[in-house]
């Protein structure tokens, strides 16, 4: 009996053991994570209770989001300005799905819950006054924004501007786009049902393209090609065969050049004219002499294969493949195969040319201001070192420069002449990726003034837009690369700096008075 007794003693001992670890598990260890899940109501209808905090972009302050006070249960209603226009950067505040975009991954700020403002919340509590949230002021310049959508229209894809010395985010357009305002209204029958329509759509409205979405890079992977190339001590004029095909090892498949003729003539052609026509018998060759590791090493460099971003949630890393044969290898080199990238790493790759060959981690959120206009946190130029590597240098100066001169040739007199601006030095690549059937994937990526880089851009458009399966990115993408790369020199003629009084002015409106406080061979080659 004595026995007994024991073993049940013990039993309930280790019972009551694993219990408290539990408990302190879920509330210690996992308090964060539970309390941020989307899943966690209670914690959503909690959030309803503090006036959220604005999101202001440019440099005149524009409101983005902001609050409204109700008379119903919840007492505040997320508001969104011109709510499609930003919806996939500040994202959704939903009481039925929860947070997305930056709404998600700023929570802590927007509620005022963030470490830096323990001690003001500590002040108001022991003072019985409201937490109220902090502002976010955004990177985004709505001329940019604006610019970035009329020039998509109403095709399939996206757009994003970085600032090259920064990694200031000017622009993130993915198309099409849904409004925010629809899913954050007290309504949830209203709710339900915008959201069963969005996911419905085969569009797919709700990804945001710029950081969520795959696509094969086509010919402007050969800036990573070259780069690679340039890096392994190739000279940029260096000469190759200009075959009309490129037998590839170990099979009988070939890789042709767009309009399935040579590239100079069949003369010798050297890196430079390559990048210039985009030549994929010559790129598919340099990917053969250098080989898979020496590409994988220098797209790494670039950022593929890693977290860019990080102020918004669950981005995707763009892809480069860790093993490949000669054939593989080749059509990588071209963009294809398994190679995938996201428009923002496209833009990052024309970014860090652009500045010396230095990566700048792209950011959307400049800093974060309390309700009398105080900075309490500021997010600016941050060098980005890809995992595994020491420093944020992709590239030596020197590459980047003969990299930035085969560009500017590339827009002035080869296949990216449509992104040529009257007086203005761009340097760019165009890619058209052919993914099987159907119209292929169309790019451009590049970055202005040439001399004096303050704008990179990446656009992308599915299906080739309107063109049809005739489409290339020097026809269809590079023509909104100028849009775009207009619209941002012209942004930031006077500086990119937000305003804090500007942003003070902005918040006090909505702030109440009574608150004193504080792949195939037949790739097109562009």
Known sequence: MTHQLKVVGVLLLAMFLALFVNLNYLQVLRADDLANDNRNSRQLIREYEIRRGL???????????????????????????DGPLYAHSTGYF??????????????DYLIGSAPEAFTRNLTDLLAGRERTGDDLVLTLQP????????????????VVALEPRTGAILALWSAPSYDPNRLSSHDRTEINTYWDELQDDPARPLVNRVVREWYPPGSTFKLVVAAAALEQGVAPDRTYPDPVELELPQTTATIRNFGRGTCHGGAPITLVEAMVVSCNTTFAQIGLDLGAAALAEQAEAFGFNDQII????????????????????AQAAIGQFDVRSTPLQMALVSSAIANNGVLMRPHLVREVLDDRGERIARFGAEPFAPSGRGDAQAVSQETARHLRDMMVRAVAAGTGRAAAIDGVDVAGKTGTAEGGEGPPTVWFSGFAPAGNPRVAV????????????????GAVAAPVARVVLEAALAATDGGAAAAGSLAHDAQQQYRPVATPRTTTSRTASG
């Open 55 to 81: 999101m202001l972009a440019g440099d005149d302050a524009t409101e983005v989001a902001r609050v409204e006070r109700t008379d119903g249960t919840l007492r505040y209603r997320r508001q969104y300005t």
């Open 310 to 329: 990080e102020q918004l949630p669950s981005p995707l890393d763009s892809h480069f493949p860790a093993e490949l044969n000669p054939p593989q290898t």
């Open 94 to 107: 939903s009481v039925v799905f929860g947070r997305s975009e930056l709404e998600s991954s700023f929570n």
């Open 458 to 473: 990446a656009v992308v458009l599915e299906d080739g837009g309107d063109a049809g399966e005739g489409a290339t990115g």
């Open 143 to 158: 001329q940019v924004q604006q610019a970035a959508r009329e020039a998509l229209g109403d095709r399939r894809g996206a």
